[in-house]
């Protein structure tokens, strides 16, 4: 059983909206529970990178190309991990994924560092491709 399911992806014109979620299968939730979760893309043909991580109490962090313009929040008590994106540009043109990762701090900041506690049990993604 795919432990998590993304959903919410589409097709949009630059300088549009989506909401993006990741659903925790059973037997995840144990781990997530306390982990730091994560949003991921690989744009085709490309790396995946981290993008977006909050904490299980709700601290996140960004990296700078998605700073203000997506915002990350879970529901504990669901199950769900969201990615509001705004003001989309082509270059989010990617496939999205969603993860439990460590979480690393500076003192009191939570860092935008992308390490996924497991190394194969992705979900399928949900494609996002964002048009002139």
């Known amino acids: 059983q795919v432990p998590l399911v993304e959903s919410g992806g589409g097709a949009v014109q630059s300088g549009g909206s989506l909401r993006l979620s990741c659903t925790y299968g059973p037997g995840v939730n144990d781990i997530v529970k306390f982990s730091c979760m994560a949003w991921f893309r690989q744009p085709r043909g490309l790396e995946r990178e981290g993008i977006a991580v909050?904490?299980?109490?709700?601290?996140?962090a960004y990296i700078d190309s998605v700073k203000g313009r997506f915002t990350i929040s879970r529901d504990n008590a669901e199950n769900t991990l969201q990615l509001q994106m705004n003001s989309l540009k082509p270059e989010d043109t990617a496939m999205y994924f969603c993860?439990?990762?460590?979480?690393?701090?500076?003192?009191?900041?939570?860092?935008?560092?992308?390490?996924?506690?497991?190394?194969?049990?992705w979900g399928q993604g949900t494609q996002v491709t964002v048009s002139e």
């Open positions: 993860a439990p990762v460590f979480c690393y701090h500076h003192g009191y900041d939570l860092l935008p560092k992308f390490v996924p506690r497991w190394a194969d049990n």
């Open positions: 909050i904490t299980n109490e709700g601290t996140s």
